[in-house]
């Protein structure tokens, strides 16, 4: 098939080059010429594992090219997938300004029968605006459907390529078809392709990210209760991990949830049900809490040192992206944590394999001033009064003991993810704090 895809950012770009690869003829549309070109000199602009390979065999046999120019793309396409921004405002309503302003161009643009799929996580109610905008625009025959995407940052490319299910919000039963074709070669091995009205498709992508938060929330509330009775979050997770009807994911208690999606949707539901006269109480508590974890071991660091003034103190911290496999650092803790500890007087050294630039992009400019950003783990635990864990990178699961007496002026871990194994630091002198379990040589 001939698909265009406008926008170039996270999905669009994962979305683009997975169908590039499938054997479609794909047309990548952004406003941003710098990034364009730079696309189309083989330069990805995100870490994504996989993604490289198949971008560079789709660009090099011609599958995939990159354009500034939308009314081309549109002109060579059937499909035209929208991955545009929809970033929340301050009370968590999402910006669809970016996703109307092209419906307006799409609508004085098409001049033959086209399918244009919002693959945007949007608020319920979007595809009908796109579809009134584009209306009122031309009288061509077209259909509007709705296409959320489900990916993993870190995992993206497996899961564009075996998704667990294809969700296609449509009334048009030609466009549920070509859709169905589209994705048959993603789900050979029998997962379903589900068709729904475009309210609840638009609706479904929410309430799926809305349950995982709500999940992590609830096991780190649990992990702070575990705190104060003297037990181990780890064993009340393997107890209740094995029930099938709660499941093994995403029971981890940690400092929080971040990233580019959790945030902004269960703010945008929590919003879609305020406007609509719904008090949705689970979600205001899930979103306080997670605010409050992300500097949940900022406190611990208080109550060890018995002060909130770190003047003189230099902390390592491990891992600034919001989750392993990914350069992301939007809301990630790391960023509140850094803060929080360069507000309190403290000097940093951090590291991180992807995500450095990043966090350098999007932090503030007093703790880039107080911040060494080094090449290694082993540099982030020179001469520092302790190291902060933020992000499970598993290269951070593996480190020995000496590295930790021999290169720390103390050696203490506040470890924000429950890297390391209880029994083995007990056989240490290592002072170790985490989430949700005894501390180990604190008195």
């Not at 499938?22 to 710098?34: L, P, R, Y």
């Not at 990630?332 to 940093?348: D, N, T, W």
């Not at 503030?364 to 902060?388: C, F, G, M, P």
Request: aromatic share 8%.
């Amino acid at each position: 098939m001939n698909i265009a895809v406008i926008g170039t950012g996270y999905v669009g770009l994962v979305s683009g080059t997975c169908f590039a690869d499938s054997g479609n003829n794909v047309i990548c549309v952004d406003i941003d010429k710098e990034k364009v070109n730079n696309l189309g000199e083989g330069n990805i602009p995100i870490y994504e594992p996989g993604l490289q390979a198949i971008f560079e065999r789709s660009t090099s046999e011609g599958r995939l090219t990159f354009t500034t120019d939308l009314p081309k793309a549109v002109r060579q396409s059937e499909i035209i997938f929208l991955c545009l921004p929809t970033p929340p405002g301050a009370d968590g309503q999402a910006d669809l300004s970016a996703v109307i302003k092209v419906a307006g161009q799409l609508g004085e643009l098409i001049k033959d029968y086209k399918i244009i799929v919002n693959k945007s996580t949007v608020p319920v109610g979007t595809a009908d605006r796109v579809e009134e905008v584009i209306a009122s625009k031309t009288e061509v025959d077209f259909d509007v459907v709705s296409n959320p995407e489900f990916l993993r940052e870190g995992a993206a490319v497996d899961d564009f390529r075996k998704p667990e299910r294809v969700v296609v919000g449509t009334s048009s039963g030609h466009a549920a078809e070509v859709m169905r074709t589209l994705y048959e070669p993603f789900v050979r091995s029998g997962n379903p392709i589900i068709v729904m009205d475009r309210r609840s498709s638009e609706l479904t992508k929410y309430a799926a990210n809305s349950m995982l938060a709500t999940k992590i929330t609830f096991m780190n509330e649990m992990a702070n209760v575990c705190e104060r009775v003297g037990a181990n979050v780890d064993n009340v997770r393997r107890g209740i991990g094995t029930d099938s009807r709660i499941g093994k994911r995403f029971i981890f208690a940690g400092i929080g949830y971040g990233g580019s999606c959790f945030p902004k949707d269960v703010q945008a539901i929590h919003y879609t049900a305020k406007q609509n006269g719904y008090d949705f109480q689970i979600l205001d508590s899930v979103m306080k809490v997670n605010e409050q974890q992300k500097v949940s071991i900022v406190a611990k660091m208080e109550d060890y040192y018995g002060t909130d003034d770190f003047s003189g103190k230099t902390f390592g911290i491990w891992g600034l992206s919001f989750k392993p496999e990914t350069d992301d650092i939007r809301e990630a803790p790391s960023l509140y944590i850094a803060e929080a500890l360069v507000k309190r007087g403290a000097r940093l050294l951090a590291y991180d394999p992807e995500a450095v630039e990043t966090f350098q992009e999007a932090t503030t400019d007093e703790v880039n001033e107080n911040t060494i950003y080094v090449r290694s783990q082993q540099e982030a635990l020179k001469n520092v009064d302790a190291l902060v864990i933020c992000t499970e990178w598993n290269e951070f699961r593996r480190p020995t003991i000496d590295q930790f007496q021999n290169h720390m002026k103390e050696s203490v871990i506040f470890d924000g993810r429950n890297l390391f194994d209880l029994d083995r630091a007990r056989k240490t002198n290592i002072k170790y704090i985490s989430v949700g379990r005894p501390s180990i040589n604190v008195d």
